[in-house]
């Protein structure tokens, strides 16, 4: 089928060479050779003029036009799922949906596996894509085609639905070695300490540098910079350093290896994290079943589970009684 000579079904080889920008990886995501895409691509170049994806390096990137491109056929495609294609009821058994759910590694390791076990019980058949956040996640977060964007409230988009999941604060973490576990951590022991800081998306700022301390002025001497909180325990372990972390993070973590929990010694509000999504997707049935799934994994980080850690760990009343 041919609209103004494009060849329609381009749009969807189109939409997923700009969200993968890889030959191979779109192949495997619609099931075609790398030949058959590559043939595609062409093909696009070929209608728009334009490369559309360049080489670089060993990588691909996405042309000025390409960009421009993005996020309109990935709205196209998604209005037609919703409004011509989206089922009417959905039955997670009978389902071979795919799921892209865009995340920081913090919420993979805390949530994901609750909503993997819940989605097993139900024996669904779906698949899910757990990615892990790019910019582009914070400032476009449909450009690459995500079903779900998982993020703190504070880069919330008015544009896009949302619904809280769950509520955290950041606690301190270190070794038990180090100098600073020796005693209760005070604002001054935490400015002179020397510091690991996450840098999950390189040069935008995390949501502690950017609503904790920026407000406060707070200036810390980071020794390393981390883009990965599962390297955080063994980072500790070979250090003197403190790391500043959620505390359900902490909680899950602090049996790693010789690690204790301090409270962040300055005054702070809890963070919020919440599940972002399309509005006009919000009455698809395959969307609804997914957003109840991933309340249902959040409900179930429950004070039982957490409280399991008091008579093991060393840390505050506080790191409890607000993260529940």
Same mark, same amino acid.
């Given at each position: 089928?041919?609209?103004?000579?494009?060849?329609?079904?381009?749009?969807?080889?189109?939409?997923?060479?700009?969200?993968?920008?890889?030959?191979?990886?779109?192949?495997?995501?619609?099931?075609?050779?790398?030949?058959?895409?590559?043939?595609?691509?062409?093909?696009?170049?070929?209608?728009?003029?334009?490369?559309?994806?360049?080489?670089?390096?060993?990588?691909?990137?996405?042309?000025?036009?390409?960009?421009?491109?993005?996020?309109?056929?990935?709205?196209?495609?998604?209005?037609?799922?919703?409004?011509?294609?989206?089922?009417?009821?959905?039955?997670?058994?009978?389902?071979?949906?795919?799921?892209?759910?865009?995340?920081?590694?913090?919420?993979?390791?805390?949530?994901?596996?609750?909503?993997?076990?819940?989605?097993?019980?139900?024996?669904?058949?779906?698949?899910?894509?757990? *990615?892990? $956040?790019?910019? /582009?996640? %914070?400032?476009? +977060?449909? #450009? =690459?085609?995500?079903?779900?964007?998982?993020? @703190?409230?504070?880069?919330?988009?008015?544009?896009?639905?949302? *619904?809280? $999941?769950?509520? /955290?604060? %950041?606690?301190? +973490?270190? #070794? =038990?070695?180090?100098?600073?576990?020796?005693? @209760?951590?005070?604002?001054?022991?935490?400015?002179?300490?020397?510091?690991?800081?996450?840098?999950?998306?390189?040069?935008?700022?995390?949501?502690?540098?950017?609503?904790?301390?920026?407000?406060?002025?707070?200036?810390?001497?980071?020794?390393?910079?981390?883009?990965?909180?599962?390297?955080?325990?063994?980072?500790?372990?070979?250090?003197?350093?403190?790391?500043?972390?959620?505390?359900?993070?902490?909680?899950?973590?602090?049996?790693?290896?010789?690690?204790?929990?301090?409270?962040?010694?300055?005054?702070?509000?809890?963070?919020?994290?919440?599940?972002?999504?399309?509005?006009?997707?919000?009455?698809?049935?395959?969307?609804?079943?997914?957003?109840?799934?991933?309340?249902?994994?959040?409900?179930?980080?429950?004070?039982?589970?957490?409280?399991?850690?008091?008579?093991?760990?060393?840390?505050?009343?506080?790191?409890?009684?607000?993260?529940?």
């Amino acid at each position: 089928m041919r609209f103004k000579k494009l060849d329609l079904n381009l749009l969807v080889a189109l939409d997923a060479l700009l969200t993968e920008q890889h030959v191979a990886k779109t192949a495997e995501r619609l099931n075609l050779s790398p030949s058959a895409t590559s043939n595609a691509l062409a093909r696009l170049r070929t209608y728009f003029n334009d490369d559309l994806l360049r080489s670089v390096g060993r990588n691909m990137k996405v042309t000025e036009l390409g960009e421009h491109l993005q996020l309109s056929v990935r709205q196209v495609l998604s209005q037609i799922e919703t409004d011509i294609l989206a089922p009417r009821c959905f039955d997670p058994k009978e389902s071979d949906s795919r799921f892209r759910i865009c995340s920081s590694d913090f919420v993979q390791t805390l949530l994901f596996p609750k909503l993997v076990n819940l989605a097993a019980i139900q024996s669904a058949g779906v698949i899910f894509d757990f *990615v892990s $956040l790019g910019i /582009d996640d %914070f400032k476009q +977060m449909d #450009s =690459k085609g995500n079903d779900v964007v998982i993020l @703190p409230k504070p880069y919330t988009s008015s544009e896009l639905k949302k *619904v809280d $999941l769950f509520e /955290d604060h %950041f606690v301190c +973490m270190m #070794s =038990k070695h180090s100098p600073y576990a020796k005693e @209760p951590l005070t604002a001054d022991t935490y400015l002179s300490a020397s510091h690991i800081a996450l840098e999950h998306v390189p040069g935008y700022p995390e949501v502690f540098e950017e609503f904790i301390c920026a407000p406060i002025d707070l200036k810390r001497h980071i020794a390393i910079r981390c883009s990965s909180m599962s390297a955080i325990p063994d980072l500790l372990q070979h250090s003197q350093h403190i790391v500043t972390v959620p505390s359900r993070f902490a909680l899950l973590h602090v049996n790693s290896g010789d690690l204790i929990i301090q409270d962040f010694p300055f005054h702070s509000s809890p963070i919020t994290w919440c599940a972002h999504w399309q509005s006009q997707r919000s009455e698809e049935a395959g969307m609804k079943w997914l957003l109840e799934l991933i309340k249902d994994a959040a409900n179930l980080i429950t004070r039982t589970e957490l409280m399991l850690h008091k008579t093991e760990h060393r840390y505050s009343s506080k790191a409890i009684n607000l993260c529940i």
